[in-house]
C-alpha cells in the first residue's frame, strides 16, 4: 500500500484498487459495475454464470477487513437495469448496517433512487464537496485549494521489460490536483492514460500498490 498525503489528509492506497481515508474512516471505491455479467446476457453476450461472484465476495472482505465508518461509491455501482443480482446486493448491504454508505451517481447509475434509499443509501448527484475534497465519477472543474477524487476512466499502465515482456495493469492516477482511481469491478477493461512530467502513478499488482519513476 501507499501512504499518499493530499490536503493535510492522508490516503492509504490498497491493492484491493480502493483508497481508505483514515481520519475520517472512509472508504473510497470506484466502478464496481455489479450486476454487468446479468446485463450482458440479458443482452445475448456469453459470460459464465459466476462472472460476478467475485466482486461481492471482495467486498465482503474489504468492510471485514478494513471496518470502515463510511464508504463513498464513485459511480457505475450498479450497471444499468434492475436484474437479478440486485439481490445479491442487497444482502450484501444489509449485512454492514453499520456503515454509511454514499452513492456519488455515475453515468451507468441509472436505476430509481428509491431502491437505493431502502437500502439506507445515500445517492449524490454528480459530486460530493467536503473539506477540502471534490468527489465525483467524472473528472470535473476544480478549484486549486481542493482535491478532485473521481472514477470513471479506468486508468491502466503499460509497463516493459528489457527481455519484451510487458504487462497492463491498473492504476492510480494523480494529475495535478485530481486523484483518479482504478475500476474495482473484475468486469472492466482498462484505457491506458498518458503521463505527463509532473504525474505521478501507482501501478497496482496482486498484493502491493507500486510508484512508477
Not at 478549484?143 to 515482456?165: E, T, Y
Not at 491498473?170 to 482498462?190: E, I, V
Request: hydrophobic share 45%; with cysteine.
Amino acid at each position: 500500500m501507499i501512504q499518499l498525503p493530499l490536503n493535510n489528509s492522508v490516503f492509504t492506497l490498497l491493492p484491493e484498487k480502493v483508497v481508505y481515508k483514515e481520519d475520517e474512516q472512509l472508504l473510497i471505491i470506484a466502478d464496481v459495475h455489479l450486476g454487468k455479467a446479468t446485463h450482458f446476457r440479458k443482452e445475448g453476450i456469453y459470460m459464465p454464470t459466476k462472472a460476478h461472484a467475485d466482486d461481492y465476495e471482495n467486498l465482503r472482505h474489504l468492510f471485514d477487513k478494513i471496518q470502515p465508518r463510511k464508504v463513498y461509491f464513485l459511480g457505475d455501482l450498479f450497471h444499468s437495469k434492475l436484474n437479478s443480482e440486485w439481490a445479491v446486493f442487497e444482502t450484501l448491504i444489509k449485512e454492514f448496517d453499520k456503515i454509511a454508505f454514499t452513492l456519488i451517481k455515475g453515468n451507468h447509475d441509472i436505476m430509481d433512487e428509491a431502491l437505493f434509499a431502502g437500502l439506507n443509501i445515500v445517492v449524490v448527484n454528480e459530486i460530493l464537496e467536503e473539506g477540502g475534497f471534490i468527489y465525483s465519477h467524472m473528472p470535473v472543474t476544480t478549484p486549486p485549494d481542493a482535491i478532485n477524487i473521481v472514477g470513471h476512466i479506468h486508468p491502466g499502465i503499460f509497463l516493459s521489460g528489457k527481455a519484451r515482456q510487458s504487462v497492463r495493469l491498473p492504476c492510480y492516477h494523480l494529475c495535478g490536483n485530481t486523484l483518479l482511481l482504478p475500476a474495482f469491478g473484475k468486469l472492466t477493461g482498462l484505457y491506458m492514460i498518458d503521463c505527463k512530467k509532473d504525474d505521478r502513478v501507482f501501478a497496482v499488482l496482486p498484493s502491493e500498490v507500486i510508484e512508477i519513476q
